[in-house]
């Protein structure tokens, strides 16, 4: 059996205490969604009956492209390697189910990238179910930057949370190029060092890799993806589905 690559998993709090503590890192995290834009040649895999027939979204469609492909791949291939610059990964058991495990490997190496310091990307997961983003929220709010949110509109509840300075807002049909250079203007024209907290699928990864040389030794640039989705009446995801009320004020309010 094909074994995973190896990660440093030291849970949400390592993440939280670098907030808490002032010490700037940058996290962006790649699944079986990312790899299938930016590795060739991966095996085909056929979804569950029923799902077959489905046509794929345009949003789909658009990152399909050649254009959105090659935005997405061009980017992985820039992936700092620098001591403060987290690339993480997720849905290796997927992965490997699927046969793409060693695909990816192996691109990997073509690329001398092998040796990337590969992180957990199941934190921000594991936390929501286990209602440790607790202490993600409760950094958030007790340091001195100020917050700024890029994603959709319904993350606009957590203004009430934490300290939101502007909320940059983003919708679905987000282009792999124009929108990228339009949401870099403005993440740039935003003040600094701040906290941005990314929330825009694929557009946000392709953001923290582009802005990491010009915010990252002094700003936090975090791809939180659809973690707060659940706590603004948005669950998007199955870990979002057990999210009742009374954890949801727990988890944004403290115990």
Known sequence: MEPFIPT???GVGYYAKRVLEGE?????????????LIVPDLPEWRRRRGKDSKPPSPLRQMW???TGRKATRESFLLTPKEENYFPAIWHQPMSRARG????????????GLEDLPWHDGNVFKDAVETDRMER???????QPLPVFLIGPDHLSLLGDYLPVERHVVTHMMLHPVDDVLRLEE????????????????IVGKILVQRLYPLLGQESFLIDFGSSWDGYCGHKSRGYHKSLTPKRIKLVLEGR
Not at 24 to 36: A, C, D, H, Q, T
């Open 64 to 66: 399909e492209s050649p």
């Open 100 to 111: 793409w495990l060693p695909v990816v490997k192996r691109f990997l190496v073509e690329n």
């Open 186 to 201: 403005e993440v740039l024209a935003c003040s600094q060092p701040g906290i941005f907290a990314f929330s825009c699928a």
């Open 8 to 10: 440093f998993s030291p």
């Open 24 to 36: 700037p890192f940058s996290l962006v995290r790649y699944g079986n969604g990312e790899w299938k």
């Open 136 to 142: 993600m929220v409760l950094a958030l709010r007790s």
